[in-house]
């Protein structure tokens, strides 16, 4: 049987590939290959090693993962085919993005802290499924994401998406889902994310949250697997 291509999945903060809600019968066509994104610098080795490995490939990035998604472009520059982001946030556009950078530089501190004098978890027995948490609110999720990781690499990664701040331009074939009550909302901002990755598609779903793989899993899904077969006919 020959090898099916890969898709290389990057999921958001909660760095679980349950994030994504897929199996392989959602896109029979790829090997699906997720990336645990806890620990950023080893989830960013993780996937350069597969992309090392497997050649070009799609990226499937959701919320978070989109800014790994775009530092691995620019480290393996034509290796990636197709870029999809599902729910992109960048907090470059938030007003808040100041305040909340100075709250999380104390409580990553105190992390490292807690961490010099040995008292940084490392046993972690829960494993979350995102697809059943998705019933509750979004604004509930921190607290499962934070349960089953360690707090240093959480509060970490939220440093990282406060200080990111989008590339002029992306050249790389992208597709954008959006949902009408996710967290990039404003028309304005929207606009100014299509200039990045100019000329992407945009498909805005009917309906679902910032989490639309976990809560509108077949329309999301389908329109996914319908670009990627539009792009490599």
């Given at each position: ?11 958001g ?34 996937a350069?090693?597969?992309i ?23 480290a393996?520059?034509?290796k ?49 499924d ?17 349960w089953w ?5 959480y ?22 889902l ?8 404003d028309k ?13 598609d945009?498909?805005?779903l ?28």
């Open positions: 049987m020959p090898k099916l291509p890969v898709i290389l999945c990057i999921p903060l909660g760095g679980h590939a349950s994030a994504f809600g897929l199996s392989p019968r959602f896109l029979p066509e790829y090997e699906l290959r997720f990336i645990e994104l806890t620990n950023r610098e080893k989830a960013f080795r993780d350069l090693e597969i090392d490995e497997k050649g070009k490939m799609p990226l499937l990035c959701n919320s978070y993962g989109v800014q790994m998604g775009l530092k691995l472009i620019e393996r520059p034509g990636i085919t197709h870029l999809v982001l599902i729910e992109p946030f960048f907090a470059q556009f938030s007003w808040w993005r100041g305040p909340a950078l100075a709250v999380n530089k104390v409580l990553l501190w105190l992390c490292r802290v807690t961490d010099a004098i040995g008292l940084r978890r490392r046993h972690f027995t829960y494993q979350p995102y697809v059943a948490l998705a019933r509750y609110p979004i604004y509930v999720q921190p607290l499962f994401d934070m990781q360690n707090l240093t690499d509060f970490d990664k939220i440093e990282d998406i406060l200080t990111f701040r989008l590339p002029a331009k992306v050249e790389a074939r992208t597709l954008i959006l949902s009408p009550y996710g967290f990039t909302r304005a901002v929207r606009a100014k994310i299509r200039e990045v990755f100019y000329p992407a945009v498909v805005e009917a309906d679902g949250t910032h989490n639309v793989t976990t809560i509108l899993k077949e329309p999301a899904v389908r329109a996914i697997h319908a670009w990627l077969q539009k792009g490599s006919s």
